[in-house]
């Protein structure tokens, strides 16, 4: 996966070692525990926050570059985000998509939990997908 930031392209790749070492699967789950539990924006502020944390971390692991922080990760998204501001398909639970999918495309995690990893796709994908809808709606 690759990510086009001020004309640089970033790769984000989960291979074992970063899966293994910084323990990704368990940061995607929670994170994705973290999206399905919100109901309510506006009483959610600082789920929202601890989602937007969360989604820093496991890019800037993702990234694999030495002495990368995740207040740099930040900033890289803060700038892809300011970039892309105008176009709809990119979006926090865009890229958290974009993020479980490399996970289902790790050849080595998914042979090793096929079922798992692409039921955490699945729902992802939903979530965004009513996401758009809703906001059509409005």
Do not use: R
Not at 19 to 26: N, S
Not at 44 to 69: K, S
Not at 101 to 118: G, H, R, S, W
Request: with cysteine.
């Amino acid at each position: 996966m690759v990510l086009t930031i001020d004309n640089t392209d970033y790769k984000i790749h989960y291979g074992y070692k970063v899966v293994a070492k910084y323990g990704i699967l368990k940061k995607v789950s929670d994170l994705q525990e973290t999206i399905n539990n919100i109901s309510n924006v506006s009483e959610n502020i600082e789920v929202i926050a601890d989602i937007l944390n969360q989604l820093a971390e496991i890019v800037c692991v993702g990234l694999d570059i030495d002495g990368l922080t995740d207040e740099d990760t930040m900033d890289l998204l803060e700038t892809y985000f300011s970039e892309n501001k105008d176009n709809d398909n990119v979006s926090v639970l865009g890229l958290f998509g974009e993020i479980i999918n490399e996970l289902v495309n790790n050849d080595f995690l998914a042979k090793m939990f096929p079922k798992e990893i692409k039921q955490i796709a699945q729902e992802t994908a939903q979530k965004q997908t009513a996401k758009k809808t809703t906001k059509k709606k409005n």
